[in-house]
């Protein structure tokens, strides 16, 4: 197999400049089932409040490393404004622990277990400057442009996930988990031409591709397994994939064949993340979005 590194073909119609906005979210009337009679469905999505603040937070911190090894000016403009966006997800995230706590589901345990990850297994390590330094930044670096790569798929598909608004999901939750989607989606191709820029081996991008799906896929599942079990108002709460594929039958979460048909996009020689998902879309609700309001933060 080649490594050598690809040229995919950005939609240059979809790139725009990139600024944190100013949000706020008021928790008060949030029920813990947010979207009514389907527990499985509202902590499936809860779990992201549960890996995103460490997660985000993670991609920061690599990212601040890496912005001395851009040599375009506009990436770096790019990556200057994915940093800034990254940050207030972390931060929206974040604010929603304590209310769940109030209502009676504690994540503390949860999380405590991902910013371990974060911070020690996928931190910094003593590393000798030179290659062996540079290649886990490398690493670290394809391994956010795969993990982007899912987010902008979740943030593509909340955006057009009428069977949430027919269920009568909460409408501050859903304007926080659409806020975040179509900021995903506005940003979805700078992790990708990062990575491009800096490093670009196809086998790079493979191998980081499996290890961070497999660790998404095991978070996940222990975060709703969690959540499922330690709910307050369930009794013998259970998570299991049926629970899940049914789910998506339904169209309040992700379908299966979705997900597994974004796998091999990923791996394609000729992708550019550009080619999936509408910034026109993300843009339009981030004019309108209640918790956004619009507003920029310099």
Same mark, same amino acid.
């Given at each position: 197999?080649?490594?050598?590194?690809?040229?995919?073909?950005?939609?240059?119609?979809?790139?725009?400049?990139?600024?944190?906005?100013?949000?706020?979210?008021?928790?008060?009337?949030?029920?813990?089932?947010?979207?009514?009679?389907?527990?499985?469905?509202?902590?499936?999505?809860?779990?992201?409040?549960?890996?995103?603040?460490?997660?985000?937070?993670?991609?920061?911190?690599?990212?601040?490393?890496?912005?001395?090894?851009?040599?375009?000016?506009? !990436?770096?403009?790019?990556?200057?404004?994915?940093?800034?966006?990254?940050?207030?997800?972390?931060?929206?995230?974040?604010?929603?622990?304590?209310?769940?706590?109030?209502?009676?589901?504690?994540?503390? @345990?949860?999380?405590?277990?991902?910013?371990?990850?974060?911070?020690?297994?996928?931190?910094?390590?003593?590393? @000798?400057?030179?290659?062996?330094?540079?290649?886990?930044?490398?690493?670290?670096?394809?391994?956010?442009?795969?993990?982007?790569?899912?987010?902008?798929?979740?943030?593509?598909?909340?955006?057009?996930?009428?069977?949430?608004?027919?269920?009568?999901?909460?409408?501050?939750?859903?304007?926080?988990?659409?806020?975040?989607?179509?900021?995903?989606?506005?940003?979805?191709?700078?992790?990708?031409?990062?990575?491009?820029?800096?490093?670009?081996?196809?086998?790079?991008?493979?191998?980081?591709?499996?290890?961070?799906?497999?660790?998404?896929?095991?978070?996940?599942?222990?975060?709703?397994?969690?959540?499922?079990?330690?709910?307050?108002? !369930?009794?013998?709460?259970?998570?299991?994939?049926?629970?899940?594929?049914?789910?998506?039958?339904?169209?309040?979460?992700?379908?299966?064949?979705?997900?597994?048909?974004?796998?091999?996009?990923?791996?394609?020689?000729?992708?550019? @993340?550009?080619?999936?998902?509408?910034?026109?879309?993300?843009?339009?609700? !981030?004019?309108?979005?209640?918790?956004?309001?619009?507003?920029?933060?310099?």
């Amino acid at each position: 197999m080649s490594n050598t590194p690809l040229a995919p073909a950005p939609v240059a119609s979809e790139h725009v400049d990139l600024r944190p906005r100013n949000v706020s979210f008021g928790w008060e009337d949030t029920p813990l089932h947010w979207l009514p009679g389907d527990p499985f469905a509202g902590h499936m999505i809860n779990v992201l409040h549960l890996l995103l603040p460490a997660g985000e937070r993670w991609f920061v911190h690599v990212y601040k490393q890496v912005l001395p090894l851009i040599e375009d000016e506009r !990436l770096r403009e790019d990556v200057v404004g994915f940093i800034g966006q990254e940050a207030m997800h972390a931060t929206a995230h974040d604010d929603v622990l304590p209310h769940l706590k109030r209502l009676g589901l504690d994540p503390t @345990p949860y999380t405590a277990q991902v910013d371990w990850l974060f911070e020690k297994l996928l931190g910094d390590r003593t590393l @000798p400057p030179g290659r062996a330094r540079h290649w886990w930044l490398m690493e670290r670096v394809a391994m956010i442009a795969a993990i982007e790569h899912y987010t902008a798929f979740l943030g593509d598909w909340v955006l057009n996930a009428d069977a949430l608004d027919r269920r009568g999901a909460d409408p501050t939750m859903l304007d926080l988990l659409r806020w975040h989607g179509a900021e995903e989606v506005e940003h979805r191709s700078v992790a990708f031409d990062l990575f491009m820029h800096v490093d670009g081996g196809y086998r790079r991008r493979a191998r980081t591709w499996a290890t961070a799906f497999s660790a998404l896929v095991f978070l996940w599942q222990r975060g709703v397994r969690f959540f499922m079990e330690n709910d307050p108002h !369930l009794v013998d709460g259970k998570a299991s994939f049926g629970k899940f594929f049914l789910a998506g039958q339904q169209g309040v979460l992700p379908s299966t064949g979705a997900m597994l048909k974004s796998v091999p996009k990923y791996l394609s020689r000729t992708y550019h @993340p550009s080619q999936e998902g509408s910034t026109a879309q993300a843009v339009a609700y !981030l004019a309108t979005s209640p918790g956004a309001n619009g507003g920029v933060r310099a």
